[in-house]
């Protein structure tokens, strides 16, 4: 007789466990064991560990057959049990990985296959590609397509969480912990009794005495820098929105800055001069023009579409120089400069900034990383089986997508939503400005070195963005190159690997549209071509969605730099702006509160947070691919160290794209 170890995990979310009969049998080359029953899996969580006896060695393993049978006294209640994986050490000490992630319930059987990473035309047994088939067949059921809306990638067909397969969901830590609401948020802020207060507010110190809880060193900084141009510039390379500033070749012809206008700023320096010698820079919110403005408390507010010209100085200081808050040129609408009287120039940039509020939440965090990580999701989830190497390479990087997009969508982006009812960008609005974005959406944009190639941005000093996001990027595409080496050996494979063309089929057709002016790829002849498109994919679902999503709550707390609507048109005229102006254009007191819970909620780092580069070691069991994946968090952690280093020395640390703070998905 020989002895097979068994370890059996149950999952960690909320009712894991169960009180049915479980079996386990294993199948290898050489025969299969008897059916044995497992002890113990009520509990969540729990780690059920027992031999298989067998009269010989079954040979390489390559099933693990897990059957359920309801308990008598429960035949009639759904008591389904949620397998994580099981492990099997063999007689000879070798051990063998098999990942389930999937519910049991009733009379059922289940098979699954050893990690080890298999293409369809590898496979020699007709078994085997018999359970791919039903695998797929069966997630097609449960991963449906839905449009959102028209003119929008197409989400997960699912009204509520609790629709939710329960392999995509929560572990019960994060479920119990965390409260995706406003109300919630609101609480935590201690700003629940002004969510009813349609006040304006009286001053700037009252707004900076009301909330004194949770601030940061980072909120901190904002709040005493907010009105500095110097900072003003910097937050375009290094705050929440780096997204929107390129290089000025010529200027814009609705944009028309005289060489008198900007003079004093360029010290005394011929604008065009600057421009030819790379110097001059411009952020361009044209999307936003025409976009229908919201009506908040009973008012109307409004929504500028501006133009602001930057001058890099010779100190590598990032400054703005002229300002026009419209897209027409015209008398009624004035191009400001640093020149003007102080609330004149303070003004025309809190539209600015209110404008990049829209842009980055709406463009660059919900479309551009949650909405087309979910159509990577649910196009990986319907046509790649988990034997597949690239499913369990991209498998980790969805955790909780699908969760806290459904999430989204009720509470910040539904019809009663926080963003809807507050945001000037909401309400119809929205989804006017959402389908612009998408029109400008091209694959180049989604990769990190042609998009900094495109905005002119190579050489632009103290753009920190820039030199941690290429850095990882190369992290990245290194693991992807290596991995891909070790499953594809040449452009043929990849061409008749029939799963992965219909995974980027689906990803062209229902997150892109079918649009081929984006330059999504409708199939994949090389291995080129699928490296650099899971690079893409990896970076956007971590790098890209920290570098948006981290600093939200640091430098959009303070409402004045970050303003969620703004209740007053832009000034027409110069000259006529106070305090008591940009009072009155600043949010209610309620429309405040609710725009600082949703960066608050938007801001939260779960109690299971994974960073970038973890996750992988569960759904691998090769000595190549672990051996890689080993490497790459080595490097990731030695990189790690180097952006400490080099922000010790930084007024205003750059953090958010430290590994350690990268997490492995879009999760919140």
């Given at each position: 007789?020989?002895k097979?170890t068994?370890?059996?995990?149950t999952?960690?979310?909320l009712?894991?466990g169960?009180?049915?009969s ?8 050489k ?12 509990s969540?969580?729990?780690?059920i560990?027992?031999d ?16 359920t ?10 008591d ?14 070798d051990m063998?990985n098999?990942?389930?992630?999937h ?8 098979v ?11 496979e ?5 590609i ?8 069966s997630r ?5 397509w ?8 197409q989400?997960?067909k699912?009204?509520?969480t ?6 995509v ?5 994060k479920?119990f912990k965390f409260k ?5 948020a ?6 629940a ?6 006040e304006?507010?009286k001053?700037?110190?009252?707004l ?24 003003f510039?910097y937050?375009?390379l ?6 929107m500033?390129?290089r ?7 944009f028309?800055?005289?060489?008198e206008?900007?003079k004093a700023?360029?010290?005394g ?5 600057e ?12 999307r936003?023009?025409?976009v229908t ?5 009973r ?28 897209q027409?040129?015209?008398?009624d609408?004035p191009?400001?400069?640093p020149?003007?009287s ?10 600015v900034?209110?404008?990049d ?14 909405l087309?990580a ?5 196009s ?17 990087h ?17 019809e009663?939503?926080?963003?809807t009812e507050n ?14 974005a ?15 190639t495109?905005r ?8 920190f963005?820039?030199d941690d996001g ?5 992290i ?9 080496a070790h499953?594809y050996?040449c452009d ?6 029939s ?11 229902h997150?892109?549209?079918?649009k ?6 409708q ?5 080129t ?11 956007t679902v ?10 939200q ?8 730099n970050?303003?969620i ?7 027409t ?12 254009t600043?949010?209610?007191?309620n ?7 949703a960066?608050?909620?938007l801001s ?5 947070f994974?960073?970038l ?17 080993q ?6 952690k ?17 953090t ?5 703070n ?7």
């Amino acid at each position: 007789m020989v002895k097979y170890t068994v370890k059996v995990f149950t999952g960690e979310m909320l009712l894991a466990g169960t009180l049915n009969s479980v079996y386990v049998k294993l199948v290898g080359t050489k025969g299969e064991s008897k059916r044995v029953y497992i002890p113990k899996t009520a509990s969540q969580g729990s780690v059920i560990e027992l031999d298989v006896p067998c009269p010989s060695s079954l040979g390489h393993l390559e099933f693990v057959v897990l059957e359920t049978e309801p308990y008598a006294l429960l035949a009639y209640i759904n008591d389904d049990w949620f397998c994580s994986k099981v492990v099997v050490t063999t007689p000879e000490g070798d051990m063998a990985n098999f990942p389930c992630y999937h519910w049991i319930s009733g009379y059922e059987r289940l098979v699954f296959r050893e990690a080890t990473g298999k293409l369809i035309f590898n496979e020699t047994c007709p078994e085997a590609i018999e359970e791919r088939k039903k695998e797929l067949q069966s997630r097609h059921e449960v991963y449906c397509w839905s449009i959102y809306a028209e003119g929008l990638p197409q989400i997960m067909k699912v009204d509520s969480t609790s629709e939710l397969p329960a392999e995509v969901r929560f572990s019960f830590t994060k479920d119990f912990k965390f409260k995706f609401t406003a109300a919630a948020a609101l609480v935590e802020l201690n700003l629940a009794g002004l969510s009813t207060n349609k006040e304006q507010w009286k001053s700037l110190g009252e707004l900076s005495h009301v909330f004194n809880s949770r601030k940061t060193d980072v909120y901190d900084y904002v709040e005493k820098n907010w009105k500095k141009d110097e900072f003003f510039g910097y937050q375009l390379l290094n705050g929440l929105n780096p997204m929107m500033i390129h290089r000025c070749s010529k200027l814009p012809e609705n944009f028309p800055v005289k060489e008198e206008m900007v003079k004093a700023s360029l010290f005394g320096k011929s604008l065009e001069a600057e421009i030819k010698k790379g110097n001059i820079f411009l952020v361009d919110y044209k999307r936003l023009h025409g976009v229908t403005a919201n009506v908040i408390n009973r008012k109307q507010h409004f929504l500028a579409a501006p133009l602001c010209l930057l001058y890099m100085t010779p100190e590598d200081k990032l400054m703005p120089i002229a300002i026009q808050l419209k897209q027409e040129p015209g008398e009624d609408n004035p191009i400001f400069l640093p020149t003007d009287s102080e609330y004149d120039w303070l003004l025309a940039k809190i539209f600015v900034r209110s404008a990049d509020f829209a842009e980055h939440e709406l463009n660059f965090h919900l479309l551009r990383t949650h909405l087309l990580a979910e159509v990577f999701a649910v196009s990986t989830l319907r046509n790649l089986p988990m034997v597949h190497p690239l499913y369990k390479l991209l498998i980790s990087h969805f955790r909780y997508t699908l969760q806290i997009n459904t999430l989204a969508r009720q509470a910040l982006i539904s019809e009663n939503g926080v963003i809807t009812e507050n945001a000037s960008v909401g309400g119809p609005g929205m989804v006017e400005f959402l389908q612009k974005a998408m029109a400008s959406l091209t694959y180049s944009s989604l990769c990190l070195p042609e998009d900094i190639t495109a905005r002119g941005l190579e050489s632009i000093p103290n753009f920190f963005y820039r030199d941690d996001g290429l850095r990882l990027w190369d992290i990245v595409h290194r693991l992807v190159k290596k991995m891909i080496a070790h499953y594809y050996t040449c452009d043929s494979d990849v061409q008749k690997d029939s799963e992965l063309q219909n995974w980027i089929k689906e990803i062209f057709f229902h997150g892109f549209l079918a649009k081929t002016s984006t330059g999504i790829p409708q199939s994949f002849s090389s291995v080129t071509e699928l490296i650099k498109f899971l690079t893409m994919v990896i970076f956007t679902v971590t790098v890209q969605h920290a570098a948006v999503n981290n600093a939200q709550f640091d430098f959009g707390g303070w409402m004045p730099n970050f303003p969620i609507s703004l209740q007053q048109p832009p000034p027409t005229t110069k000259g006529q702006c106070t305090e008591s102006t940009m009072l009155k254009t600043f949010p209610d007191i309620n429309t405040t509160v609710y725009g600082m819970a949703a960066v608050y909620l938007l801001s939260m780092q779960s109690t299971d947070f994974v960073t970038l580069g973890n996750g992988y070691q569960d759904h691998f069991s090769e000595k190549t691919p672990l051996e890689l994946i080993q490497e790459t968090q080595d490097v990731l952690k030695k990189y790690n160290f180097e952006i400490q280093g080099r922000n010790v020395s930084l007024p205003l640390p750059y953090t958010f794209l430290n590994p350690n703070n990268v997490e492995n998905s879009v999760a919140l």
